[in-house]
């Protein structure tokens, strides 16, 4: 890494972190462990802003907050900002140093107090404008959507409350204030079976992360996982229960309208993008499909949670599809590419594959094929489908400094801008929680 010049903090943390923690998490070597703490501490730079909120870039070797060149001022899109908090909790659980944990949960804070725009009203409260600023504290635009720029923040909210067996009660609360603004101005029906969650007129791939998220929250509610400790999740269970039939219900309607977006393409691919017309109709926009893993990542979990081997069909039948169309040959290797049009059968794939296809794509695809491996009461998957274990203790037992010394960082203290417009409040990382409570109270 010290070779490395600009890095994106989120794609880092999600494929390097990720990947390297979660190999430890099954394979128990240390060095992985100590490799995943090297990249984390080297990322810790970028959180150092007024709000908390990390720069989406940073010069590795240098500790040096960068931004995006094709965007004005000091943004950062949801995604970016809400989508660390898996990996930099699990970083402090099994390091047993609580910096990492603190810091990624003070910028998931900062994202709290930025609410939502204004003009979406009381039942959109739970959603969040795609781009913030990380010095000001004020949206930067008032969109919202489920797709690019905010998508695996609500898939973070759930799973974060997953990987704290339940303990964790606030990220439920706030995942199920999400999908209540989802229903309220994103969700749109078409027909009787199908629904699509939607930017204005537009659809994306990328949204077909929800079907699956939608039926893990149902799931997990319906059945009382991760909640041994009742009069600690009983409120939760209550108040998510609830919604269960629906989120199941409406995780079916969208992941048909994902899954059709394969079977009635000449290919039996999906295109990347589509854009609605009227109340029942869709045509494709960005033609290509990318290798993206976003509907097979749902298939396995409605199959999981449903036990329909409609869902595994639709898998099997998808990757028949990357098989005939997507596969390259050259020089006795043999690899998958992007496919540039799914509605021309004749199409050549592009020679290059995205490191998901291997991490998401056909990780989920073997996955169906293996239905006892990897049981959801004991692992949840990041974004990037790395495994991660549901943590049933708040640190790991003696996790020390590998030359022995406890972990027990002092962090300087810091004023946090709190608001858009001003409010500054003081603090150190280790005062973070103290700040959360507040403003829960």
């Known amino acids: 890494m010290s070779k490395v010049e600009t890095i994106s903090v989120f794609e880092t943390t999600i494929r390097l972190v990720g990947g390297l923690l979660s190999a430890y998490a099954l394979s128990g070597r240390e060095g992985l462990l100590l490799k995943a703490e090297e990249v984390g501490r080297g ?210 309607k969208l992941m048909k309208g994902c899954s059709d977006m394969y079977t009635t393409s000449p290919t039996g691919l999906a295109a990347d993008t589509f854009s609605l017309h009227g109340d029942s109709h869709i045509t494709s926009l960005d033609h290509s499909y990318k290798l993206r893993p976003e509907t097979v990542e749902s298939l396995w979990v409605l199959f999981r949670v449903t036990g329909d081997e409609k869902y595994r069909d639709l898998s099997i039948g998808i990757f028949d599809s990357i098989y005939k169309y997507c596969r390259v040959v050259k020089d006795g290797y043999e690899a998958y590419g992007a496919f540039p049009n799914v509605n021309v059968v004749g199409s050549e794939p592009e020679d290059k594959m995205e490191s998901f296809f291997m991490a998401e794509t056909l990780k989920y695809i073997f996955l169906m094929l293996e239905p006892t491996l990897l049981p959801m009461d004991r692992w949840v998957m990041n974004t990037e489908a790395h495994p991660f274990p549901v943590l049933q203790s708040p640190t790991r037992v003696q996790a020390t400094h590998s030359n022995g010394v406890p972990r027990d960082r002092v962090e300087p203290e810091r004023e946090y801008v709190m608001s858009c417009g001003g409010n500054n409040r003081k603090a150190h990382p280790r005062h973070l929680l103290e700040l959360v409570n507040n403003s829960q109270s």
Request: charged fraction near 20%.
């Open 43 to 252: 990322l810790l730079p970028a959180f150092d802003t007024p709000t908390g909120l990390p720069s989406p870039l940073i010069i590795f070797k240098e500790g040096t907050k960068k931004y995006w060149g094709w965007k004005s001022g000091k943004s950062i899109s949801l995604a970016e900002a809400g989508t660390l908090q898996m990996e930099f909790r699990y970083l402090s659980w099994a390091t047993g140093d609580p910096i990492f944990k603190l810091t990624a949960d003070r910028a998931m804070e900062a994202i709290a107090e930025f609410g939502s725009p204004s003009h979406l009203g009381y039942d959109a409260k739970g959603l969040v404008a795609d781009d913030l600023d990380t010095d000001s504290h004020c949206a930067i635009g008032s969109r919202v959507s489920v797709g690019a720029f905010s998508d695996s923040y609500y898939e973070y909210l759930l799973k974060l409350w997953i990987q704290s067996a339940g303990e964790d009660g606030i990220w439920r609360e706030r995942y199920d204030a999400a999908v209540q603004g989802m229903h309220s101005v994103l969700f749109k029906q078409i027909g009787s079976d199908v629904l699509h969650a939607r930017d204005n007129a537009n659809i994306e791939h990328l949204t077909c992360f929800l079907p699956g998220v939608l039926a893990l929250g149902s799931h997990i509610c319906k059945r009382g996982q991760h909640c041994d400790l009742q009069n600690v999740c009983s409120t939760y269970l209550q108040t998510c229960a609830s919604n269960s039939t629906r989120d199941l219900q409406n995780a079916k």
